[in-house]
């Protein structure tokens, strides 16, 4: 009786409402495709950090640079080409729509764009000088907190002789999140930005702790004379393909499968809350003519389990919350050099990228495990690459090879074609040596680690008018051990998608996801058996002219091997109201979810505030329901709300450990100030 009304009530709501989603929405729904493919959190954070910035500021296309494109992950290398010579050969856009002009700009990819970009008609160049800079300069302050309602095992109430007695039992700081961003833009010549986080758990105000737990500051100066860039504090970095250097972003395997090969993208600032993967230091963009030269320095203190002499792990999750962490807190070094080294004509380019870095005074040690055999250890190492880049009208070809310390290499080399505006394909091959290391390395692949992979990836994308089609097949496979397989093994991906646009009103898509991975068959022995899962996903979006957009998805999934097969499923209905005219913006969404088994677990993703990216799993059998709110309450002053809750009918308890709920519901209020001058 339960799903009988679940699924009337979605019918029903989907019976009313007809149209299309709002725009910015298609490129968060890409982020989606990411999360399913296990992808590291914290660079998806990452990406819709910078994206969600970028939605806040666009790009006049008019002036925008190839590396400024480059930052937006939904247009290919051929179509920033494209783009960059329409303009060059026709001049500037007038008017936003003129991109449907551009050769192999379909409108999905339009579509997805639009948020991060804008025409701006300019007479003249403003002088850069101090009163415009004041004059014309953009001022933000943004103020986070999240808490949980529910009381969490880790701040439960005790007595001071059973918290001496396990210390380790109980969180030091207080349930509540809270960060601090205050940001300074004059256009993209000057910004400066300064963050400041403390996660649920850590103290801010205590005994132990005054303050935020982690403190960014990042400041940086373009385009004057031959100095491309040059940026202080806290910035990231990523040449070629990524083997060498890449602690950005790196594009992973999407239904876009036009867009496979990673875009060089330079320095970028990082301003972000996200406690890895960046540097900090000194970077340095020089330009003259056709060659690039880009320098950069960093020293970092990391969370480590160490000895005196000795790194064992890195601790990267960014908590500080128990005794147990502050153990680790900065108790390794990281020190950092580099260069890059490019030179480009119209059609070619070919780059050099060396690293070099050292753990301070200590050695990197993990402790031996057939699997770890090959990883990094030592007190130093670096990493040479060579990368090149072709295009020519309708083809692109690009790759990098790079070594190590040890003389392991690691090479990938990536081919599109588009034949046609309304067809393309790619294809890539990777051969990541089971030896090679390089610990800022991060590209293309099954696994989160440049080491110990080969692999080939055939994707396609056709648009045949309201319609497009398209898929990926990568088959790979280890040539050594991993974590808890401890046999070579192989594996292959397949995903195949339908998407439906049959006019600006409402939208469709349809997409199928295989993959097939080996594991051991038991603790015991070193047989290994393969497995795979199926996911199926349905979405249907649409809205009204009076500004309701709604959005109805269905998943499925089915787990199989030799012992067992499991399903799980999930079906939600979102509800969102914006009308230009109105202070409020407001979304509603509800969902039912049946996955019992972990294999079976359902990536979801749902709005959230501002600068916030939010992808729960749905595990077990429950409802999750939310609300998010912004209101516009003057110019210069906005807020967004949001709250959620999950409620689980087949769980006394949620979580565990020191995040342990008793009782089957968690509720969270989460919401950010937003002040502009």
């Known amino acids: 009786m339960k799903l009988i009304t679940i699924t009337f009530l979605l019918l029903f709501c989907t019976s009313i409402f007809s149209q299309t989603p709002e725009k910015n929405t298609l490129w968060m729904e890409y982020l989606e495709e990411l999360s399913e493919n296990e992808m590291e959190a914290s660079q998806i954070e990452t990406l819709y950090d910078e994206l969600s910035f970028l939605s806040e500021h666009p ?283 490019q030179w480009k004509n119209e059609s070619f380019q070919i780059g050099t990228t060396i690293t070099g870095y050292n753990f301070g005074k200590k050695k990197l040690d993990p402790e031996l495990k057939p699997y770890n055999v090959y990883y990094l250890r030592g007190e130093n190492n670096y990493n040479l690459g060579i990368d090149y880049s072709y295009h020519r009208k309708k083809l692109l070809v690009q790759g990098e090879t790079a070594i190590g310390k040890n003389g392991a290499i690691a090479t990938i080399h990536n081919l599109l074609l588009t034949p046609a505006s309304f067809f393309s394909f790619s294809l890539s091959y990777r051969n990541y040596n089971h030896s090679y290391q390089s610990y800022f390395g991060n590209s293309l692949g099954e696994s989160s680690t440049i080491q110990n992979e080969s692999g080939l990836y055939f994707g396609v994308k056709y648009n045949l008018r309201k319609w497009q089609f398209a898929g990926y097949i990568d088959v790979f496979r280890f040539p050594w051990l991993k974590y808890e397989i401890d046999s070579p093994s192989s594996g292959k991906d397949i995903l195949l998608q339908i998407f439906y646009n049959p006019n600006p009103s409402w939208n469709m898509n349809l997409r199928y996801k295989f993959k097939e991975k080996e594991k051991n068959r038991t603790e015991k022995t070193i047989d290994i058996i393969p497995y795979n899962s199926h996911k199926w996903k349905y979405q249907l979006n649409y809205k009204l002219n009076s500004g309701f957009v709604l959005k109805t998805q269905l998943d499925h999934n089915v787990y199989l091997d030799e012992i067992r097969k499991t399903a799980g499923w999930a079906i939600s209905q979102a509800i969102g109201y914006k009308n230009n005219n109105s202070k409020f913006h407001i979304d509603l969404s509800f969902a039912y979810f049946n996955a019992i088994n972990w294999d079976n677990r359902i990536y979801s993703y749902e709005k959230n505030i501002l600068y916030v990216f939010n992808m729960p799993s749905y595990y077990g059998e429950g409802i999750r329901y939310y609300t998010t709110f912004k209101w516009n309450i003057c110019p210069v002053l906005n807020l967004y709300t949001k709250i959620s809750t999950s409620h689980y009918f087949d769980k006394n308890d949620i979580s565990s450990g020191l995040e342990e709920i008793n009782g089957n519901e968690k509720t969270e209020i989460n919401f950010i100030l937003k002040v502009i001058f």
Request: hydrophobic share 30%; charged share 25%; proline share 2%.
């Open 59 to 341: 790009l006049d296309l008019n002036t925008t640079t190839k590396q400024d494109l480059e930052r937006i992950p939904f247009l290919s290398g051929i179509q920033i080409e494209n783009l960059l010579y329409h303009i060059y050969k026709y001049g500037s856009l007038s008017t936003i729509y003129e991109l449907k002009n551009v050769e192999g700009l379909d409108y999905q990819t339009i579509q997805k764009i639009l948020p991060f970009v804008t025409i701006e008609i300019k007479d003249k160049t403003e002088p850069f000088k101090l009163k415009n800079i004041l004059r014309h300069s953009k001022n933000q302050v943004l103020i986070r907190m999240d808490n949980c309602l529910q009381e969490k095992a880790g701040y439960r109430n005790a007595g001071e002789e059973e918290k001496e007695k396990y210390p380790n039992r109980f969180y030091l700081g207080e349930p509540y999140y809270l960060s601090f961003r205050y940001g300074f833009q004059y256009g993209e010549r000057i910004q400066f930005s300064l963050t400041g986080e403390k996660d649920q758990g850590e103290a801010f105000w205590n005994k132990h702790h005054k303050g935020f737990d982690f403190y960014s500051v990042n400041f940086s100066l373009k385009n004057t004379g031959i100095m491309e860039g040059l940026y202080l504090g806290d910035y990231r970095a990523s040449f070629g393909q990524g083997l060498v250097l890449n602690t950005d972003f790196a594009m992973g395997k999407t239904s876009d499968a036009g867009n496979i090969g990673k875009k060089s993208s330079g320095i970028k600032r990082h301003f972000s809350t996200n406690e890895n993967n960046f540097f900090r230091g000194i970077a340095l963009a020089l330009k003259l003519k056709q060659t690039k030269l880009h320098l950069f320095a960093s020293h970092r203190n990391l969370n480590a389990r160490t000895d005196d002499s000795t790194i064992f792990s890195f601790k990267t999750d960014g908590y500080n919350r128990t005794y147990n962490d502050l153990e680790k807190r900065r108790q390794a070094k990281m020190n950092v050099a580099g260069a890059n080294l």
